[in-house]
């Protein structure tokens, strides 16, 4: 009994907080634009068998036949991707750092490194507009060292939504990496070179597949918010870049058009919902290899 | 015991695999280890010895190329391997941790190191499956290392180790994480491993009693210097300071001045490097288990039933049989005699080195050579003391004595009889003795 309470609890949250949110948006994406108070019709004033045989799948639809949102969800797909690896890429080196570092250092560097969270998101995002804009602090800085001779185009192209998503994800990337490296005992390196193993052929047979479920873990992490992402396209990435979040904006409160809106949502989700599977799936892993 | 005694370590001709010549190891301030010479034979079966701290991980990992000396030169078969990195070195180290590699399965854990040098899969697999067998892991191949006892895993970093037939095994701490039974049966597993495969290993432990079980031979450490090199036997019985005697097993150390007896030593060398000359007793060939059976099964109609040859050893010593009493006792000459304590007769010792004489020393005494009784025994050194406490420890009992003047001396007897006659017990005045070649007399 006790246990079914507690059980319960989380189930609730869950049904509280995302099924049924999810259920009205799916029931919005069914309905048809209206000039109203919502925006769109049926609704349950109509009387519930009225409004049930009034939906339909017309926005589903509309999606498919026009490429402009095909589009946005490939692009999306493709910079979530490539900006995973990129942070990858930045944050292993920085994991692997921490990790090897001194004991004594490590808190500090831990908090250095959630620093940045204790500033706004949409004020750091700010920053690098006043960093990467053509009279940015970069561009001069890079002409006054005399690098280049003309500023770069940087903002405004998708290599700012790149340094965006790279800069503000990089902590969901640094920690389950540092995590797994943190936990690595230092004797199986050693254990690998005596074996006949040099440096890097150690690190790339033991420490690697070693970090891997941190590597999986951060990588879902930083792909799965910036699939979705809209503030660092918007504010970085100009009207060039093509993101199924600012779609999903401009839908929502330019058009005012909440029908099409929560059907790209709702087509959002399912796609995020396979590799949200997936990350399950490796946690529920990770967690019966510990035990 | 092998026919021959194994030890190059007394055969000038013989080469060492290994020398340490004047090697000093520095982390900052600290000496690790300081200006160490040694030499370590093919085959030898080594053992550094010591409390943590004392250097010998320092000196394994020198073995192996975690740490270059700071000074001195390390050979490994004629060549100096400072400089050599670990994975260039025909040696091979099982880990105190093992450091398995948990992603791996026990078969591709031991065929992690030969795959670094070779290609040959099918020569891999054959070398595998050999120590597996070795090592009677073969029905573990397939699993994770965390998915086998402690026990198996001590096992796999053995194979793993040993896979690539490296000329120097290097052991930390082997059996450290297993518990007392196991630890002594795998104690002898790897006796045996090391007498099949010919390798020479070194092995670190802080656990005096694994030591003298394994090794051929006995580095005692201490503060980065090496206190003792010696067969086990010697270290136990002829320990060359109050540190390795003390280290090594229990010992009573009683101090005093030495004074070389007057009539000069008939028996044997007063060398200390020598094992006690109790040890050393002449004996009569004995059948084995074989010339046994065939005399009970098919001698014994014909010649008559065997005379149990056992029991005619030589008598045993004063020390342990029950004293008779009044039994004159013969007082070898030589050796020192030590004054200890004021109103107290001085201590005899037929072994001392006269040399000694006028110096203070410790005479060390192993309590199994020192006897208890009620009465007042005949032997060479007797002392009237009370018993303070008793650690009873199943096979034998040990006895804390305080003499007169505040001394404690440890004594022990074997629990043979299964009822013990309770005749002594705590604060009863009892008796210590011991015979003349039972102390060493030590330097202090």
């Known amino acids: ?291 | 015991m092998a026919e021959t005694v194994f030890a190059p370590w007394d055969d000038a001709n013989e080469k060492p695999l290994i020398r340490f010549r004047n090697v000093t190891k520095r982390f900052g301030d600290f000496v690790a280890i300081d200006d160490l010479t040694l030499d370590i034979y093919e085959r030898e079966f080594f053992a550094l010895l010591g409390p943590s701290g004392c250097g010998k991980t320092t000196m394994m990992r020198m073995l192996a190329g975690f740490e270059d000396p700071t000074e001195g030169a390390i050979e490994l078969a004629g060549q100096n391997i400072a400089g050599v990195p670990a994975n260039k070195r025909a040696v091979n180290m099982m880990f105190q941790s093992y450091a398995l590699f948990p992603h791996l399965t026990i078969w591709d854990n031991i065929a992690f190191g030969l795959r670094r040098e070779s290609s040959d899969k099918v020569a891999i697999a054959e070398r595998v499956d050999e120590m597996l067998k070795l090592t009677r892991l073969e029905k573990f191949a397939r699993r994770k290392p965390h998915q086998i006892s402690g026990g198996q895993r001590q096992r796999v970093a053995l194979a793993r180790s040993l896979a690539k037939a490296p000329k120097l095994l290097l052991l930390d701490e082997p059996l450290g994480a297993l518990d007392a039974k196991l630890r002594e049966a795998t104690q002898f597993e790897l006796m045996d491993i090391q007498e099949k495969t010919g390798t020479t290993f070194v092995i670190v432990t802080h656990d005096q009693e694994e030591a003298m079980t394994v090794a051929s031979r006995v580095a005692v450490m201490d503060e980065g210097r090496v206190m003792q090199v010696a067969t086990p036997t010697v270290i136990y019985e002829a320990p060359n300071s109050a540190y390795v005697a003390d280290f090594i097993g229990d010992v009573t150390l009683i101090e005093g001045v030495a004074r070389a007896r007057s009539t000069p030593a008939t028996g044997p060398a007063t060398s200390a490097e020598e094992p006690a000359p109790a040890a050393q007793t002449v004996r009569t060939p004995q059948p084995n288990a074989l010339g046994l059976w065939l005399h009970d099964k098919v001698l014994a109609p014909v010649i008559g039933a065997r005379k149990d040859i056992v029991r005619q050893l030589p008598p045993p010593s004063a020390t342990e049989a029950e004293p008779a009493p009044n039994a004159p006792v013969e007082v070898p000459s030589g050796g020192v005699e030590i004054d200890w304590a004021d109103g107290q007769p001085p201590l005899i010792s037929v072994d001392g080195d006269p040399a000694l004489d006028g110096k203070r020393v410790k005479l060390a005494l192993r309590p199994e050579k020192v006897a208890i009784s009620k009465s007042k025994p005949q032997a060479v050194n007797v002392l009237q003391g009370k018993v303070i406490d008793i650690a009873y420890l199943g096979n034998l009992s040990t006895y804390h004595v305080e003499l007169a003047n505040g001394t404690m001396i440890k004594a022990q007897t074997a629990n043979t009889r299964r009822v013990a006659r309770r005749d002594i017990t705590w604060e009863d005045n009892v008796w210590v003795s011991w015979s003349g070649t039972a102390g060493v007399v030590l330097d202090t």
């Open chain 1, 1 to 291: 009994m006790r246990r079914a309470a507690l059980i319960a609890i989380p189930y609730a949250w869950l049904l509280a907080l995302f099924l049924i949110p999810f259920a009205v948006v799916f029931k919005i994406s069914l309905s048809d634009i209206a000039l109203a108070i919502p925006p769109y019709t049926p609704t349950a004033k109509d009387g519930i068998w009225t409004m049930l045989s009034q939906l339909d799948f017309e926005n589903y639809v509309f999606l498919s036949e026009d490429d402009l949102y095909w589009k946005a969800y490939l692009s999306s797909l493709q910079i979530a991707f490539i900006s995973t690896v990129l942070t990858l890429m930045v944050g292993y080196p920085m994991a692997y750092a921490m990790a090897r570092a001194p004991e004594a250092w490590r808190p500090t560097l831990l908090m250095l490194v959630i620093l940045p969270f204790w500033t706004s998101f949409l004020i750091r995002v700010y920053a690098w507009v006043g960093i990467l804009s053509n009279e940015g602090f970069l561009n001069q800085f890079l002409l006054w060292i005399g690098v280049i001779h003309e500023p770069l185009t940087i903002l405004n192209t998708p290599t700012a939504v790149y340094i965006g998503i790279v800069y503000t994800y990089l902590p969901f990337m640094i920690l389950p990496i540092y995590s797994a490296l943190d936990r690595l005992d230092g004797s199986l390196i050693e254990a690998a070179e005596d074996l006949g193993c040099s440096r890097l052929k150690a690190f790339w047979l033991i420490t690697v597949p070693l970090s891997k479920n941190g590597i999986i873990a951060g990588s879902f992490l930083v792909f799965i918010p910036a699939l979705g992402e809209f503030v660092i396209p918007s504010l970085l990435g100009g009207s060039g870049t093509l993101m199924i979040g600012k779609v999903l904006f401009e839908e929502f409160f330019s058009n005012r058009d909440w029908p099409v809106a929560s059907a790209v949502a709702v087509i959002l989700l399912l796609i995020l919902v396979v590799p949200l599977v997936l990350f399950q799936q490796n946690q529920q892993r990770q967690t019966e290899a510990g035990a």
